[in-house]
């Protein structure tokens, strides 16, 4: 076992994170069911929600709006924007505090999507520096005085020709973020090969502000390893808990000097399942079939491993209701020990991408010229989570 560490607090403006571990936001992964689900393992941590379109947000558009939604027992309220066009991020950045919908704004300039680089967004957008500045400043002046702390997460930059994250991080730091999260990959690499947690670590050297590291944390342990090698102030974790919620209790424990690990038995998962889709029945409205649905990811991800027949995990893509779930997860063996040979592997998205998409000339220059300007921003999409 490796030697424990532990890590004090992180102060986001007026919030104290007491374990600064983050659920990095997943789209169509950590709406607040999942949340949920993850902040009982781990009550002290940070559950950042899925990204949500700041056009949609401002068209308010009811996905994104059913995309804004906590559960009473979230504390702090954690919600991410995407936007490409500073005017409409800024906007829905009011609407979040006007409406008091989070505590927390992360922005996202870390996805590496085609659809989102395409467009100058995600991941792409930290190169053109002005444009990031825009952003960032905008929406600090708009969620600051509120108390609002604004984050920001990125990649490393594009490739490794264009890398963008220490410039990034330092215009971060200027404009008032409180804090960065590195995920220690570029956009070429998108989820391929292992991250480079040097690269944490050089960020973590260059600013004042916290920086929490991200990319390949499947285990505690691996948590402990990234601070020591790093030095960074906490962690985030994206595909580590996918299926597996209870990672956050694992790194909690360890973070608190204990060798204590949670190996939930089927029959626990099974449970887990359950109360999975009842949360999520609660999401959408009542509605048992957009749960049963949106459940059927998350069972692939529960079952990963696990010696299940292939005709049990079809069984569970056919759920239709509740009632179908419960039926299900009944006739699963409860006594089956978790499968060790799954755990602490990686899991999720494991490739590279194969090109990287971006705006036509838009690696010509960090400038972004008028007409980049033009097209980007009215490119701006309207779909809630994009
Ligand atoms: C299915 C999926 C959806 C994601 N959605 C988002 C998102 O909405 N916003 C974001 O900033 N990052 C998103 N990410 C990136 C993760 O937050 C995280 O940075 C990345 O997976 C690396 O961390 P990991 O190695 O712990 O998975 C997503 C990743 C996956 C696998």
Request: glycine content about 10%; hydrophobic content about 40%.
């Amino acid at each position: 076992m490796d030697e424990n560490i532990s890590l004090p607090p992180v102060d986001l403006g007026p919030i104290r994170v007491k374990t600064p571990v983050v659920l990095s936001p997943m789209a169509g992964v950590t709406n607040w069911p999942f949340r949920v689900l993850c902040e009982e393992y781990g009550p002290e941590g940070l559950y950042v929600a899925e990204m949500i379109t700041a056009r949609a947000l401002v068209a308010r558009n009811p996905k994104a709006l059913r995309l804004c939604r906590f559960a009473p027992t979230e504390s702090p309220r954690s919600l991410q924007l995407y936007g490409v066009s500073p005017g409409i991020t800024e906007l829905a950045a009011k609407i979040v505090v006007d409406e008091h919908m989070a505590d927390h704004v992360d922005l996202n300039f870390g996805c590496p999507v085609p659809k989102v680089t395409r467009r100058g967004g995600g991941s792409a957008l930290p190169w053109k520096t002005g444009l990031f500045r825009e952003i960032l400043r905008r929406v600090v002046a708009v969620c600051e005085p509120a108390g609002i702390p604004v984050t920001a997460k990125i990649r490393v930059g594009i490739d490794h020709e264009h890398e963008t994250f220490l410039e990034a991080g330092h215009i971060a730091q200027e404009e008032g973020c409180a804090a960065v999260t590195l995920h220690a990959r570029t956009t070429a690499e998108y989820y391929g090969g292992h991250s480079d947690w040097s690269r944490i670590a050089e960020l973590v050297e260059s600013l004042d502000i916290p920086v929490f590291g991200n990319g390949d944390i499947w285990s505690a342990e691996d948590a402990m390893a990234m601070v020591r090698e790093t030095g960074c102030a906490g962690v985030a974790i994206g595909r580590g808990c996918q299926g597996r919620p209870w990672l956050f209790g694992d790194i909690r424990n360890a973070f608190a000097g204990s060798d204590e690990r949670i190996d939930p038995t089927l029959g626990e998962v099974g449970g887990i399942i359950l109360r999975h889709a009842e949360l999520l029945t609660e999401f959408y409205d009542g509605d048992e079939m957009m749960a049963a649905h949106d459940l059927r990811k998350h069972v692939a991800w529960y079952l990963k491993g696990f010696p299940v027949g292939g005709g049990t995990r079809r069984a569970f893509m056919e759920c239709e209701d509740l009632a179908d779930i419960r039926r299900q997860v009944a006739m699963l063996d409860a006594d089956i020990p978790y499968p060790k040979a799954v755990e602490n592997k990686p899991r999720g998205r494991v490739r590279y991408a194969r090109k990287v998409h971006l705006p036509y000339g838009w690696l010509d220059s960090q400038e972004l010229t008028e007409e980049q300007r033009r097209t980007v921003i009215s490119a701006d999409p309207l779909d809630a989570s994009y």
